[in-house]
């Protein structure tokens, strides 16, 4: 297990952006797939995009085109950019890191052993 500290979100108005970071200890994050969560009220925890430790991503539907998954292995964080935000995008999101996942398995929560803190996003219309 490595340890996921998140930063960012708040609040914004529709189609306005956001970034989402999660900083990782006890490990490389090149090493790990990783990936951003989110729960929205009264909603099951979803996948919202993915990256495999290899490079390979993944996204939900619902945020192709508009977020964006990102690392920065200097830093050792895992990013998530979010534009063109929606009031249905309103969640708290959560960033997750296991060794490896198959792409086909990125947005399975069973597949994570680490997860940050949660961060808030609320998006008003």
């Known amino acids: 297990q490595v340890t996921l500290v998140q930063s960012g979100g708040g609040s914004v108005q529709s189609g306005g952006s956001l970034k989402l970071s999660c900083v990782v200890s006890?490990?490389?994050?090149?090493?790990?797939?990783m990936a951003w969560f989110r729960q929205g009220p009264g909603k099951e925890r979803e996948g919202v995009a993915g990256?495999?430790?290899?490079?390979?991503?993944k996204y939900a539907d619902s945020v192709k085109s508009r977020f964006t998954i990102s690392r920065d292995n200097a830093k050792n964080a895992l990013y998530l950019h979010m534009n063109s935000l929606k009031p249905e995008d309103t969640a708290m999101y959560y960033c997750?890191?296991?060794?490896?996942?198959?792409?086909?398995?990125?947005?399975?929560?069973?597949?994570?052993?680490?997860w940050g803190q949660g961060t808030q996003i609320t998006v008003s219309s």
């Open positions: 006890g490990g490389a994050v090149s090493l790990y797939s």
């Open positions: 990256l495999g430790y290899v490079g390979n991503t």
């Open positions: 997750a890191a296991a060794p490896q996942v198959l792409q086909s398995t990125l947005f399975e929560s069973s597949e994570y052993d680490s």
